[in-house]
């Protein structure tokens, strides 16, 4: 049984390995039609020296058949090199050149043979030395399938038997020799195997390691983008459609910073086990670096909905080892081909997809709309003319005040840039700062308003602050800080008249390295703002973390404070704690002077919006009675005029 078991193994086609199984099939696939073109040309020698001495029937049809039995297998393997086989279908070509190849050896050795019986020595030791040539080559073509080498290797024994039956010295020797040489190449032809198999599984490793990400053991960036691309064409040929996702999650920089990177690697590992589950058999899913993930959405599936189960899924908590974590995500989708045709502009699409979505509705998914193509050209116009903007004559600030209600009196002012471009007139806040810092533009558009604003400044009382806001990219490396210090140093204005103001959402990309920028600025003996507080993240549980002296509470908590009675209590709650952390509160957008008087009630000191004054340019506010002399409007009648 033990040796039953051992030829079984031995003649057998392993059936485990797919990848060794594909290497072993585009191997042969070149190999094989050599094999079968040079056993044509020694048939026919043998066939042609043996004509008109054996009987007719024994030298044609034999040839014959064998000639055609090649060529049909030549043609097999020919397309085989155009058209790799992978999994079931390369062990299926295995398996069946495994018994063709030991059926045709086996068959003509038996056919030689039976030619010998009707020549001389001479005519014998042509076959013999035909055979010899014959078994080499097949063990050399088949070195990458040593069960069928080892079967046509093993047909020499018998013939090796034979001739040495015939008594013949010289066909004994030649005999002999024959069985050594065939012995040799069988052993060298099993240790080219192992080779191939150990070249093989390297190959496979590192394939993997170049296209698998060794955290998540998803595919990676580049794995994804060659994916793409091969979506693309294969949908661009059968006309069919998908859909490109980009999965960014929200929060995760928090628990990294928090929690150590141990705590974010293992949600990195859960998210990537989530995406896998919800495509699975919807799509694929790819981790494209850091705490992105892109997906490819197959077939006409619904990426609406499918984004928002990755979107519930995500926002689940994740129980660590020793923490329970909570984030959230926002997904980006674009469709092949409505959105683009391209995988550069789909990625783009689904970008600006998922840029939206975490301005505008963070933690859904959106997917990429004709609106959206219509901002992203919008976009790119601005782009171009702020790339080629003269900043010092089209920027320019206006300012509004933050009012200390309780002394009646202007704490400071904030600048707000305006930007009127000779080529596409006044352009909104809210579209160029956003381009500005998506191409990177900001920081140059930040130092020349900085240097406006301090100038400015040299006309101000000297109790009078400024209010600026910087980018998160203003801050985001030594050299920009640098500039933003020099700029200070040399307008010779105090720092400590100088409130740098950051929102929210900017800096929780990156919590450490923020914290390390702010205590930098800080050092200088400028005030760090906390802007649109309430709209990102909204946890003091970071924000004692970072060196800053002041909360702006965001407009959207004051629009409805008179109907809202939650909306007032989430003001009064975040003032007190903030008050124990020893910052100072700002809240933003009040317009009435019942919000006023509501706010005041809730232990709201300082104030900014269009109740106390509109933003003015520089000039208006110098020719005021006074600057900072305004006091706090008493009535709607007061509003009104200050709004006019």
């Avoid at 040489?181 to 099993?190: G, H, N, P």
């Avoid at 949600?267 to 490819?296: N, Y």
């Avoid at 003091?540 to 008179?562: A, E, N, Q």
């Avoid at 520089?618 to 002399?629: D, Q, W």
């Amino acid at each position: 049984m033990i040796r039953l078991t051992f030829l079984s193994r031995l003649f057998a086609v392993p059936h485990s390995d797919a990848a060794l199984a594909a290497a072993q099939v585009r191997a042969l696939s070149r190999q094989v039609p050599l094999l079968l073109i040079t056993l044509s040309v020694n048939a026919v020698a043998v066939a042609y020296t043996h004509y008109g001495i054996a009987p007719h029937g024994l030298t044609i049809p034999p040839l014959v058949a064998m000639l055609g039995l090649a060529a049909a297998r030549i043609f097999v393997w020919v397309r085989t090199l155009h058209r790799p086989l992978e999994g079931e279908a390369a062990f299926r070509r295995l398996r069946g050149t495994h018994l063709f190849g030991s059926a045709l050896g086996a068959g003509f050795s038996l056919w030689a043979v039976l030619l010998t019986r009707y020549g001389d020595v001479a005519s014998q030791m042509q076959v013999l030395f035909f055979l010899t040539i014959t078994m080499i080559v097949c063990l050399t073509c088949l070195l990458h399938l040593s069960s069928a080498a080892t079967t046509v290797g093993i047909a020499a024994l018998p013939l090796t038997l034979y001739f040495i039956s015939t008594g013949e010295v010289l066909l004994v020797v030649t005999a002999l020799n024959f069985a050594g040489v065939i012995s040799a190449m069988i052993f060298l032809q099993k240790m080219g195997y192992g080779d191939f198999c150990r070249l093989t599984a390297l190959i496979a490793e590192n394939h993997d390691l170049a296209h698998t990400d060794p955290l998540t053991g998803l595919p990676n960036r580049r794995s994804f983008f060659a994916r793409l691309d091969q979506t693309i064409a294969e949908a661009g040929t059968a006309g069919t459609t998908f859909a490109v996702g980009l999965v960014d999650l929200d929060g995760f920089k928090p628990v990294n910073d928090s929690f150590g990177h141990a705590a974010g690697d293992e949600v990195l590992i859960e998210v990537g086990t989530r995406l896998a589950a919800i495509l699975t058999g919807k799509g694929w899913a790819a981790r494209l670096g850091g705490d992105e993930f892109g997906i490819i959405v197959e077939g006409t599936q619904d990426p609406d909905a499918i984004g928002r189960e990755i979107c519930a899924s995500l926002r689940r908590p994740y129980a660590l080892r020793e923490v329970t974590a909570q984030i959230g995500a926002s997904v980006g989708f674009a469709r092949f081909p409505d959105a683009a045709s391209s995988s550069e502009m789909l990625v783009e699409r689904a970008d600006h997809a998922l840029y939206h979505a975490k301005e505008v509705s963070r933690g859904t998914a959106i997917c990429f709309a004709l609106e959206h193509e219509a901002q992203l050209r919008s976009h790119a116009v601005i782009e171009q003319a702020l790339r080629s903007a003269d900043l010092e004559t089209e920027f320019s600030l206006v300012y509004q005040p933050i009012m200390d209600v309780v002394e009646q009196r202007v704490d400071a002012y904030e600048a707000l840039a305006r930007w009127t471009s000779p080529t596409i007139g006044q352009v909104s806040p809210g579209d160029f700062i956003v381009v500005a810092e998506r191409s990177g533009l900001i920081r140059d558009v930040t130092r020349a308003l900085l240097r406006k604003a301090l100038a400015d400044m040299a006309a101000w009382p000297v109790e009078m602050s400024l209010s600026f806001n910087l980018s998160a990219h203003d801050i985001a490396s030594s050299a920009c800080r640098a500039d933003i210090k020099n700029i200070v140093r040399e307008s010779g204005v105090a720092p400590d008249r100088i409130m740098f103001e950051l929102t929210e959402t900017g800096l929780m990309r990156d919590l450490v390295d923020a914290r390390d920028a702010l205590t930098e600025l800080k050092a200088l003996g400028v005030h760090i703002a906390l802007d649109d507080f309430g709209t990102g993240y909204s946890s003091l549980s970071y924000v004692h973390k970072l060196p800053i002296t002041r909360l702006k509470i965001d407009r959207s908590f004051v629009t409805g404070i008179c109907e809202d009675q939650a909306s007032l209590n989430i003001i009064r709650a975040i003032i007190d704690l903030a008050r124990n952390l020893g910052f100072s509160c700002v809240v933003e957008g009040v317009e009435t002077a019942d919000q006023m008087l509501l706010l005041r009630s809730a232990g709201c000191r300082f104030m900014q919006g269009y109740l106390f004054q509109k933003p003015l340019p520089h000039e208006e506010i110098e020719a005021l009675s006074g600057v900072g002399a305004e006091t706090v409007p008493q009535s709607q009648g007061d509003q009104q005029r200050s709004v006019a």
